[in-house]
């Protein structure tokens, strides 16, 4: 299993933007790959925010992140990232990604389907 890292939650306000982080351990993983964000708040279960393939294609997105977040992803860093924008008060949560391999795109969306985790990065949005 790969080992994953994140950075980049912190405390803003309503409409502001962060740039979250998840960097992989290994380098030699393969096209196979799938990373995915997610989400969760307290007392609740836990929601697909955007995934990918590492080897490319398109990305998922749920509806809460469409029009404000963008996944995207650094081969050379081993890293992919969650820009949010326009961030809501709802959007309270803790912030983990994930990877898993040779899942389909329906799979993305699938918590259990990942077999890898990283610790989660807090993120508050507050006046």
């Known amino acids: 299993q790969v080992q994953l890292v994140e950075s980049g939650g912190g405390v803003v306000q309503p409409g502001g933007s962060l740039r979250l982080s998840c960097t992989v351990s290994?380098?030699?993983?393969?096209?196979?790959?799938?990373m995915s964000w997610f989400r969760q708040e307290l007392g609740k279960e836990r929601e697909f925010v955007a995934g990918?393939?590492?080897?490319?294609?398109?990305?998922r997105y749920a509806d809460l992140a469409k029009g404000r977040f963008t996944f995207s992803k650094d081969r050379a860093k081993n890293t992919v990232y969650l820009q949010m924008s326009n961030l809501r008060v709802e959007d309270t949560a803790v912030y983990y990604c994930a990877a898993g391999y040779n899942l389909r795109q329906p799979e993305l969306e699938d918590p259990d389907r990942f077999t890898s985790w990283g610790q989660g990065t807090r993120v508050t949005v507050s006046w």
């Open positions: 290994e380098r030699t993983f393969g096209g196979t790959l799938v």
């Open positions: 990918s393939r590492w080897s490319g294609g398109s990305t």
